[in-house]
């Protein structure tokens, strides 16, 4: 394990496969027009696995393809099978909007994928409407159910909370997920880059989210998972049903985050806030050997300093952490480039 200046190791790496989505999302991409990664600089499946061979040699055991939109990535199958058989990933997942997911989870599932967490921020479709430009939201719903069908239980089901939009929809979303065999995730609404329209009102805070699901089904009780650096803690409900909540705005939990970010022209980063990433696809593409990568990796994680969550708390007058112009100026910066 190689441990930061905080102690904390390199155990996670999330591979951002595509900048490109297929939703608007107010809190993500609300803008008209974008800038994207040149599509020379994406990098192949073959250096993809590669790079993340390199992660792996390090430590990292888990895996999660993001995005944008990873479903729009062609054939991400063949990639979930290539880095299912890299020598110490225990685990490979996906994070998806659903919207192309009922046509691929048989074949991803199929592939080696072992779990699928579905965004679905909205029951009404009008609201997705607006909310995130789409009038697809019964895709959404019919790739909920095949995840279910081809095998991916327990499925997870996030929902970024955002006052004014959603959150008359805690409740209902639990009671989906319920019916769906899902695990409800709500999530702080965050002022990461890409979330130009974002203000501390708009936060639905973890306490807040707890005092309802107590006000509406009695005694929440937290699950411990001593040690554990997943961004969810998770919440037994009166019933038996668990409930997961990532507070990354109100209460972040840097101090033991382990999770190194590749985007998919090869940048890496040590942190969703980080300013700047280092360029991993100029040295493999000129020829650099997996030990002269690992060797790259292993310094930039060594000298890691980055609690950016927890900087932002510090900060006095919060509000969005880029501007348009800012974003445009380095797509990297953007959340659908670096993976949420
Ligand atoms: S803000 Fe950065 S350090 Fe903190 S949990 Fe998120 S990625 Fe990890």
């Not at 980063?269 to 650099?288: I, S």
Request: charged content about 30%.
């Amino acid at each position: 394990m190689i441990p930061d200046r905080f102690g904390r190791p390199l155990r996670s790496l999330r591979v951002s496969v595509t900048d490109r989505c297929n939703l608007r999302c107010r809190y993500c991409m609300p803008e008209d027009e974008y800038v994207w990664l040149p599509r020379a600089s994406l990098l192949t499946f073959e250096e993809l696995t590669r790079l993340a061979g390199v992660f792996a040699g390090l430590g990292v055991d888990k895996v999660r393809l993001t995005g944008g939109e990873p479903l729009l990535r062609h054939d991400l199958a063949t990639l979930v099978g290539l880095l299912g058989r890299v020598p110490g990933f225990s685990d490979v997942a996906l994070t998806t909007n659903g919207l192309l997911l009922a046509r691929q989870a048989a074949d991803l599932r199929a592939a080696g994928l072992r779990r699928v967490t579905v965004s679905l921020d909205t029951l009404r479709p009008e609201r997705m409407r607006e909310f995130a430009r789409s009038a697809r939201h019964a895709e959404v719903l019919e790739g909920i159910a095949a995840a279910r069908a081809a095998g991916f239980t327990p499925l997870k089901l996030n929902t970024v909370v955002v006052r004014g939009f959603n959150d008359d929809e805690v409740e209902d979303l639990v009671e989906f997920a319920r019916g769906h065999g899902a695990e409800p995730r709500f999530i702080e609404y965050m002022d990461v880059g890409g979330a130009t329209r974002w203000s501390p009102e708009q936060v639905v805070s973890r306490d807040e989210l707890l005092r309802r699901l107590a006000d509406r089904y009695g005694a929440v009780t937290p699950l411990s998972e001593p040690g554990g650096s997943a961004p969810a803690e998770r919440f037994r409900l009166p019933d038996g049903m668990t409930v997961g909540i990532i507070a990354s705005t109100t209460a972040p939990f840097c101090g033991t985050c382990d999770r190194a970010r590749l985007t998919a022209d090869g940048t890496f980063f040590l942190c969703l806030y980080a300013e700047r990433g280092l360029d991993l696809r100029a040295p493999l593409r000129e020829g650099a050997s997996d030990d002269d990568l690992a060797r790259l990796v292993a310094a930039a994680w060594r000298d890691r300093t980055d609690r950016g969550a927890e900087a932002r708390l510090a900060v006095a007058r919060r509000e969005a952490l880029y501007t348009v112009s800012g974003l445009r100026a380095d797509p990297h910066r953007e959340m659908h480039t670096r993976g949420g």
